[in-house]
């Protein structure tokens, strides 16, 4: 193998930038040849590239987002276009692609490596719901946004003794409400593994309330059935049930920006640089991750095939912390 190829797909993560830099270096310094895939699999769908040298990731350690660039592409999905994508790389002489990104970008990559290229990911979500690592490329910078988001917060509602209604992000796994309510201090954390009703929710600020709290917390989870939005639409129509004034903060894609934490920057390096040498030494169809505190590799076919789930020990202790 002379020549691989790596491009960054899906949501973009803080770390992302990091990750190619040590795979574009490691692979030099392992005597390949390094090609830039832009644009995500849409990129490569269309054949879009440039070929990487040292210099060329210089300076992009600290930087935020994909250098690369991404993007979601709904037509890679189907077998023609990622045979058509295999084809690209053939005919530039490729011989391994990297893939970072989270959910869906592994299952792109697990796509390719059944059809005979190999490939190995590398764990890259700020959502944290990619089995296979304990955590991903740019979740702790995503945690350090909302911390400080959260900090910001919790001074005005003191001031005006309000509860805020925080949305993060997540989608279907509640890593980082579960987190943020710890280090943040919530009242209330609500994520779609462990959902709560807004009469409950209303309950639970009226006891804190009681308890003389002069503000309260609570953190949801996007992608849970009660999100930002639905609990609004209630309290609109309910707020004699709270003793609160209630305010809510969509945190959005701020949790996406910024420069990488030195956690993501260390967890970015370590993985792209273990990537290169897993495609060297003839892996193929594996996900480069990060489990109790070491490099692990796991079948892409089991990354696809299992879902993540929420330690019960942690969610245990941010129930207990929030009493």
Known sequence: ???????????????????????????????????????????????????????????????????????????????IAQKKCLTNLQNRGVEGLIVIGGDGSQKGAYALHKLGLPVVGVASTVDNDLYGSDISIGADTALNTIIESIDKIKTTALSHQRAFLVEVMGRKYGYLAMIAGIAGGAE?????????????????????????????????????????????????????????????????????????????????????????????????GKLIGWIEGKVALTSLKEVAQKRKVLDLNTWELAKVLAR
């Open 1 to 79: 193998m002379k020549y691989i190829a790596v491009v960054t797909s899906g949501g973009d993560a803080p770390g992302m930038n990091a990750a190619v830099r040590s795979v574009v270096r490691t692979g030099i310094d392992l005597g390949f040849k390094m090609f830039g895939v832009k644009r995500g699999f849409a990129g490569l769908l269309q054949n879009e590239g440039v070929e990487l040298g040292i210099r060329d990731v210089s300076g992009v350690l600290q930087s935020g987002g994909t250098f690369l660039g991404t993007a979601r592409c709904e037509e890679y999905k189907k077998l």
């Open 188 to 284: 209330i954390v609500i994520t779609p593994e462990f959902e709560m009703e807004p009469e409950k929710i209303a309950a639970e600020l009226k006891k804190a309330y009681k308890k003389g709290k002069k503000y309260a917390l609570v953190i949801v989870t996007d992608g849970a059935k009660n999100n930002a939005q639905k609990i609004t639409t209630y309290f609109k129509e309910h707020s004699q049930e709270i003793d609160y004034e209630l305010r809510v903060t969509v945190l959005g894609h701020v949790q996406r920006g910024g420069s990488p934490s030195v956690f993501d920057r260390l967890l970015a390096t370590r993985l792209g640089g273990a990537a290169v040498k897993a495609l060297d030494e003839g892996e193929s």
